[in-house]
């Protein structure tokens, strides 16, 4: 009998992904973009964007899933707008979706995830500004590390990561917070059964420390397929899958005293899971996407959190439904949303994974942005004064010169 596998908790009569390590990958003869996927992770360091894992429809499958292949790194150019592909070598040991990535000081730090033969809880480190680009196994921790899972979410406060809930195993040894079972992920009397957290775990990456913070208030129930986001030195989390409910919640724990506060706007989006939820200025969180109760991909209209004054503001209708999507801040006051599927990934049809990257633009441009536009605009005029200009905005112009078009607004 097929293993089933589960997605934001829920249970699919389908085969597991299974592994390409094939580097060419023949299997979606992709030349200068990316492929298609839904559940990989996506980070900006500088002026890059960095893209790894996930899954994908096989091509001649009806209902085959496949995993990018563990050694295949993306990176878009922001500047540029063009895409360069990597091979990462170390010891990453297997492909992956619904693992938690976030970068700190030029490190791309991966935990957790779904792979062909269940969760783990393995974390890995891969230097972006190296120049060979070499996973490292973070060996030797100390402290009891958190439980095999996925779907969890990270903050990242005084050069620590702080992770929060998730889907996994049954934690073994005594971890702070709840776990409650899934009764439907256990299948037979060999089958360790998964389940909901809301279990915090910190990495303190100087001490190569894991622990765990005594936490008060009012805490949050346990959840996968949620979103973070880190606010100074609030820790935001929205929505997620709580046993047959997606949530419309909002919480944030301080993260220097570890009180938790519950968020009770009026007029709160629907509840969702596999969403984003993005920081996009000092005072401002962008949400963006998911799939609710009723198995409705969003989103119809593009929603922006004011952290001061704990209201959602309501933007302009968007057509780009997107669900398990990548999220990610540019320096420029940009989001970009890249990957997701844009229809009900847990129908019994073929998924529509896209490779679409989305850009938004959530707050006014800078002056310098606008100026360069314009140079762009009439380059037929000024393009032989452009030496002119000082050298990091030539070198700048001439990245965007080789601009390739992308969906957005």
Not at 53 to 66: E, I, S, T
Not at 130 to 155: F, H, N, V, Y
Not at 221 to 249: Q, S
Not at 377 to 394: A, G, M, T, V
């Amino acid at each position: 009998m097929a293993e089933r596998i589960d997605q934001d908790g829920e249970e699919m009569d389908r085969l597991p992904p299974e592994e390409d390590d094939n580097d060419s990958d023949d299997e979606s003869f992709e030349l200068d973009t990316p492929a298609e996927r839904s559940g990989h992770v996506a980070v900006i360091d500088r002026n890059t964007m960095y893209v790894w894992g996930g899954y994908k429809n096989a091509q001649n499958h009806r209902f085959f899933d496949l995993y990018l292949p563990r050694t295949e790194i993306w990176a878009y150019n922001i500047e540029s707008g063009v895409w360069t592909k990597h091979i990462a070598g170390g010891n990453l040991h297997t492909s992956m979706s619904g693992s938690c990535g976030v970068c700190v000081d030029g490190v791309l730090y991966l935990f957790g995830g779904h792979h062909a033969r269940g969760n783990t809880n393995r974390i890995y480190r891969l230097p972006l500004r190296a120049s060979t680009l070499i996973w490292e196994e973070m060996r030797d921790l100390k402290g009891l590390p958190p439980s095999s899972k996925d779907k969890l979410g990270c903050w990242v406060h005084r050069n620590r990561l702080i992770f929060f809930g998730g889907y996994g195993y049954t934690p073994q040894g005594p971890h702070q917070g709840s776990f409650e079972f899934d009764e439907s992920s256990s299948f037979g009397w060999d089958s360790p059964g998964r389940g909901w957290n809301n279990h915090i775990h910190i990495l303190d990456l100087e001490t190569s420390t894991w622990s765990q913070p005594i936490t008060t208030g009012s805490r949050p129930l346990p959840r996968a397929a949620h979103a973070c986001a880190t606010v100074g030195n609030r820790g935001y989390v929205f929505g997620g899958r709580y046993k047959n409910y997606r949530l419309n919640d909002l919480y944030y724990i301080d993260l220097d005293t570890w009180v938790w506060h519950e968020i009770v706007p009026q007029h709160g989006p629907v509840g969702r899971s596999w969403h984003s939820f993005t920081p996009v200025s000092a005072d401002h969180i962008f949400l963006f996407g998911g799939f609710t109760t009723e198995r409705e991909t969003l989103s119809k209209t593009r929603t922006v959190f004011c952290c001061s004054e704990s209201v959602y503001l309501q933007h302009d209708v968007c057509v780009c439904f997107r669900l398990w999507h990548t999220a990610c801040s540019g320096p420029d006051g940009e989001v970009f949303v890249f990957g997701g599927c844009a229809n009900n990934l847990l129908a019994q049809q073929r998924a529509a994974h896209s490779n679409e990257l989305l850009i938004f633009n959530v707050q006014p441009k800078s002056l310098v942005r606008f100026c360069m536009e314009a140079v762009l605009q009439h380059r037929e005029r000024l393009s032989q004064y452009w030496d002119c200009l000082p050298k990091h905005l030539f070198h700048s112009l001439k990245l965007r010169m080789t601009h390739v078009n992308t969906l957005g607004s």
